[in-house]
């Protein structure tokens, strides 16, 4: 943009109305008011300081200086067009990144990914797993386009969007206590020893998505478990704790001498949000959250008591 209007539109007006020698036809060939392509080249005239046509009753033609202006930049003008070409033609031709937390909705998130590349084959997907805390930070400096993530409360610097939720279920060791309850709570678990991995591999749920859940005084003792995911489960087995994990981990993942026990009650959901910057200009984002949505509003939202617990 210019003080006086958007350059690119300025130049067009003059290109065609030197074309046409005619005010009137370069309307018509742009599909605007004369008076719009007369004021846009007087603009154009002022922002050069010069005059580039002579206007008589017959029409208006290049002066000496404006053909020899006008001749220099239209080819600037030209290459600047086929770029703006190029770039649309292009656009879908590009590298979606997308980052990861250690969160649950694995399943929900691979039905999209599919769908996605479906509907989008020319486009690349980078995804990468990222630290719950530096989601905000990593999006808004466009080192991801989108990041999926759990809760991150009220969301100011980028646009958030609650996309689905599923159930929090918990893996107990084969002769638990609990392991012949069909489903637990967190009154169940009150005094118990949740294991936390202190890496950030793995679906496990961390400990800063916990915090959202376990605020209350009958609540589990925390453990941080050095290591990952395979650490945090081998304790389990060992008779040392419990974890938890979403829903889609859990009915996709047996593990030897334990069972997955569905969690009922107040804060027995995960919620899972999409977060990106409202101001990224790749096309490819707005599809993935519009096809995000769409699978979102066909998936029937979990209910208390409704999930069986497995083995």
């Known amino acids: ?43 154009l005239e002022q922002l050069l300081g010069m005059q580039l046509f002579e206007r008589d009753v017959r029409g208006v033609r290049l002066t000496e200086a404006g053909r020899a202006w006008t001749d220099l930049a239209r080819t600037h003008y030209d290459g600047l067009q086929q770029a703006f070409r190029d770039a649309r033609n292009h656009r879908d031709a590009e590298t979606l990144r997308i980052g990861l937390c250690a969160v649950g909705g694995g399943e929900f998130l691979k039905r999209l990914i599919d769908r996605f590349r479906k509907s989008c084959p020319n486009v690349s997907l980078a995804i990468e797993d990222i630290v719950r805390e530096q989601c905000l930070t990593a999006v808004c400096r466009r080192h991801f386009d989108i990041v999926f993530a759990p809760g991150l409360g009220n969301v100011t610097s980028c646009r958030a969007e609650l996309l689905w939720q599923e159930r929090i279920f918990v893996l107990v060791a084969a002769g638990h206590s609990l392991a ?40 589990p003792t925390v453990n941080m478990c050095q290591g990952g995911q395979a650490s945090v489960i081998f304790n389990v087995q060992l008779g040392r704790g419990i974890t938890l994990a979403g829903e889609s981990f859990a009915r996709n993942v047996t593990i030897d001498a334990t069972a997955w026990k569905p969690l009922d009650g107040h804060n027995s959901l995960c919620s899972i949000k999409a977060v990106w910057l409202e101001s990224n200009p790749k096309r490819a984002v707005l599809r993935l959250i519009g096809l995000a949505r769409r699978m979102a509003n066909t998936i029937a939202s979990p209910t208390h008591s409704q999930s069986a617990s497995f083995r």
């Open 1 to 43: 943009m210019t003080n006086t209007g958007n350059a690119l539109q300025l130049l067009a007006c003059a290109f065609v109305a030197a074309d046409c020698g005619s005010l009137r036809r370069a309307a018509t060939v742009l599909k605007v008011g004369e008076s719009s392509v007369s004021r846009n080249v007087v603009k």
């Open 180 to 219: 012949e309850k069909r489903v637990v709570t967190w009154a169940d678990l009150a005094g118990m020893q949740l294991l936390v991995p202190a890496a950030t591999s793995g679906p496990l749920l961390d400990f800063t998505t916990l915090e959202g859940f376990v605020t209350d005084g009958r609540r």
